[in-house]
């Protein structure tokens, strides 16, 4: 019974966070969840709760949307779940999330300290193509989907709703795939289906918080809610390399 209130408590603060930013609420809601779960189970909960946040993102500002950067950066992710599900899955998992974590530190001191103004339109459409392939990648590999997506879309000089939109649309895509995935595996078994039936809704509770808690935030309070996100995102990548390099 306790163990339920807290996994309660977990997810709403997960949906709370993923609804005041769009994003990040997986970052703590799943190693929070292993506490009390095995991370076999953690994960596709986990998987399920993406679902549900980021689905509500989508609907909510769904007529906010810029189409072609999203169908590019979902083209991107198709090529980058097949080579995390088939190579980087086999390499040092420590090494490759303590990379991306440095490559999102840098990526948001480099913002802070810039002297140039956010872009007042989407990079290239390059770009778009390479946040969807390194999302797709480490997704597939680790299902880390969302900084290289939430570094695309920081510089784009959208208005807080449209990057919501955008990226609600983008992670349930994702996740719908990473979910079919792990069913079909069989990853998927009745304990998930339980403790879902708890978790989405604590998910949507707290999503709805998030998202009246931040409807008056201005543009500029927005971004930088956004990037100090990241950052925390970042050294959380980071950590478990460093402590493994401080024990020796």
């Known amino acids: 019974m306790i163990a339920n209130i807290c996994i ?41 709760c993406g679902i549900g946040l980021q689905s509500s993102g989508a609907l909510a500002y769904r007529t906010r949307i810029e189409i072609k950067p999203l169908v590019q950066m979902l083209l991107g992710s198709l090529p980058g779940v097949w080579l995390g599900s088939s190579f980087l899955l086999h390499m040092p998992e420590i090494r490759l999330r303590a990379a991306l974590g440095i490559l999102v530190i ?10 140039h103004a956010v872009p007042a339109c989407p990079p290239a459409a390059l770009w778009a193509y390479v946040a969807g ?37 983008y992670f349930t895509a994702l996740f719908v795939v ?8 069989g990853l998927v078994g009745l304990e998930v289906w339980r403790l879902a039936a708890l978790a989405v809704p604590a998910c949507l509770g707290g999503w709805l918080a998030g998202k009246r808690l931040t409807s008056r935030l201005v543009p500029a309070q ?15 990548l980071c950590w478990p390399a460093a402590r493994m390099f401080i024990s020796g």
């Open 8 to 48: 309660g408590l977990i997810c709403f603060a997960g949906g709370l966070l993923s609804g005041a930013t769009g994003f990040g609420g997986l970052i703590i809601m799943v190693p929070s969840l292993a506490f009390f779960l095995d991370i076999n189970t953690a994960i596709p909960l986990g998987i399920f």
């Open 178 to 185: 990473i979910a079919i995935l792990q069913i079909l595996h």
């Open 133 to 169: 392939f390194f999302s797709g990648a480490f997704g597939g590999a680790f299902g880390v989907i969302g900084p290289p997506a939430v570094m695309y879309a920081a510089r784009t000089g959208w208005p807080p709703d449209m990057i919501r939109g955008f990226l609600g649309i």
């Open 106 to 115: 840098c990526y948001v001191l480099w913002n802070a300290f810039s002297k």
């Open 222 to 236: 927005y971004m930088k809610l956004v990037f100090m996100l990241l950052f925390v995102m970042g050294l959380s």
